[in-house]
């Protein structure tokens, strides 16, 4: 029914992206399921942290929407919208916030470091900028293999890029030719510290030329703008042209996690135009341009609170992890683990 | 017809690039005409286009890369320049490769070639060993070939292998060591090598330290002191059983090591005798490190920084007059 809606837009608008409302579902669910973990984290029912991607929603689901089955993508922490939009099952984030033993990470790992490599979902580190690296060695061995038309994402932050390994990894990837994207979405604080003691350059996206890039830069706050200048990156890098840097503005509408109540957000900066919440804000969009109405928004809010309760409930129900049948074993080979007395 | 260490390295390499297509070797001045710093690849990019691959002076991403296409299904050996410039890739090799099968159930498996351990006039940043800091990590397989037979060896089982693996290869056996041909068997990746049997004195020791510990076990075979010395071979895994096996046989235990001394591979064979054959010994366990400064340059300072066969004489006949 949504998908008749869309079309039945599309045809008489043109002015929208033909995957807005497609990735706009996808925010809300984002927005639906991040406030549930975080109500869910209040309650003491989330052990460790939680980071949501509150307001990077059109940057993020851009990112996940034009790649491809053989593709890779390599998301960081504010990329819930991302991952669901590769394909994530929202089950396997239920099970990993709460523990599940049936998550992918089965306990050994939480959160936003869930991933599933053979699916071509990375699973982060904390490192910052040492995943592009690693995107890029995976592009290297498709292109060895013998595999054509593929692409590697990857996302990073304003704080991310100013790692030696972000330096490193966005060099190799150019040195290598291989089709990749980066996509960096300057939120204004990383952590709690502002852009000014993060970097001194004019505009990050001016990094792409120093690195033989082709760059862009979109304003996260408009889902048309982040659906075609993303798109336009992976088209280009899958069409063999140099490696893409996008450079997003956005305004973290959160703490760095759910434990920080990011009072160091200026009241000036809360009034920038990168502030603006970008959920109502396509929201708006989708009413005006009559891709759906009210009535059909409303029923979007209820299947897809109807998808959150569903996932949480079943990771609720399910076992946790149990230290004694764990085979604390870091090594694939059983021959090779050191037998410590 | 002889073989050199480095070239038992060398040989390795052409012998898997040409049996397994999944290989391909990665690192800084290795391909063309050059060859490598240490010419461990000379002439494998020209005897095998696209698959030996010069880097940018970037350890964290050459690492990284090979991660990615290990997951990827491929098998890169990654040379470092210098064991000591892995420091940069640290980060690479103990949290994104070490952390990787653990974390996702992928395996990871790279092979990371470590030209390590002090030659004299190298100084502070070219002549560590590191093994050490790799095997206190989780997730690694660390290597330490002490002959030229087991360079070879272990190097093609290091690729085999599904896990990370750091191959600690050392630049002082590089061209002192010689072998009359390349082996045709081999001990398994994690046994350690009786290389030579005594019953008065256990050496537990790895790499170049195999052959300073030889060294003192001929100089006291002519007093009638017979030593016995054990190659370690694999740090990690540690072959506890055969150092228990020789220490119940000697019933005194010296650990001899390159690295520096703090905690490192001599502490973890020490600890690992004192609680498990504690009844073996007859007296204290002994070990004896390099110094606690940086590596020094000049051959005098070098000489006397690093265990050398007189320094673990020394501390021998102390082991042995308790």
Known sequence: ?341 | MSVTYLEAIREAQTYLLREDERVFIYGQDIAGKFGGAFKATKGLAEQFPGRVLNTPISEDAMVGTAIGAAMEGMRPIVEMQFADFSSIALNQILNNAGTQYWRTQTPCPITVRLPSGGTKGSGPFHSQSMEGIYSHYPGLVVLTPATVEDAYTMLIDAVAIDDPVIYCEHKYLYYHLKANALPKDKLPIGKARVVRPGRDLSIVTNSAMVHEALAVAQQFSADGIEIEVVDLRSVKPLDTDTVLASVARTGRLLCVGEAFPWGGVTAEVIARVASEGFHLLDAAPARINAKDTPIPYHPNLWSEHRPNAKTIAAKARQVLAE
Not at chain 1, 58 to 73: E, I, M, P, T, Y
Not at chain 1, 219 to 230: F, H, S
Request: charged residues 25%; aromatic residues 6%.
């Open chain 1, 1 to 341: 029914m949504l998908q008749t809606a869309e079309r039945g837009a599309s045809s008489s608008k043109t002015a929208v992206h033909e995957k807005y409302l497609e990735a706009f579902r996808i925010m809300l669910q984002t927005r639906v399921f991040e406030e549930k973990l975080a109500s869910l984290y209040r309650g003491g029912m989330i052990t460790g942290g939680v980071y949501l991607g509150k307001g990077q929603e059109a940057v993020s689901v851009a990112c996940g929407l034009f790649l491809q089955k053989d593709d890779v993508f390599a998301p960081l922490i504010r990329d819930q919208a991302g991952r669901s939009a590769f394909g994530e099952p929202l089950l396997d984030v239920a099970r990993t916030y709460l523990g599940s033993r049936q998550g992918p990470m089965r306990g050994r790992d939480g959160n936003i470091h869930r991933g599933c490599p053979k699916a071509g979902q990375l699973a982060m580190i904390s490192h910052l900028g040492a995943m592009i690296s690693v995107v890029v060695g995976k592009l290297l061995a498709k292109r060895m293999k013998g595999e054509k038309g593929f692409v590697g994402l990857t996302t990073i932050g304003e704080g991310g890029m100013q790692t030696g390994a972000t330096h490193e990894g966005m060099n190799i990837a150019a040195v290598e030719r291989v089709p990749l994207v980066v996509v960096a979405t300057n939120n204004h604080y990383a952590y709690s510290t502002p852009n000014d003691r993060q970097f001194a350059c004019a505009d990050l996206v001016d990094r792409a030329k120093g690195y033989g890039y082709e760059g862009s830069s979109v304003d996260g706050t408009d889902l048309t703008q982040c659906l075609e200048i993303i798109g336009t990156a992976v088209q280009r890098a899958r069409a063999g042209r140099p490696p893409q840097l996008v450079v997003a503005s956005i305004l973290r509408l959160a703490g760095h996690g759910e434990h920080d109540d990011a009072s160091y957000v200026t009241d000036d900066i809360r009034r920038e135009p990168f502030a603006q919440d970008v959920l109502p804000r396509t929201e708006q969009v989708i009413l005006e341009k009559e891709l759906l109405d009210r009535e059909g928004l409303q029923q979007m809010r209820a299947e897809i609170a109807a998808e959150v309760d569903k996932a949480v409930a079943t990771a609720q129900q399910e076992d946790a992890p149990v230290g004694s049948e764990e085979d604390w074993c870091a090594v694939s080979n059983r021959e090779l683990v050191d037998q410590i007395p």
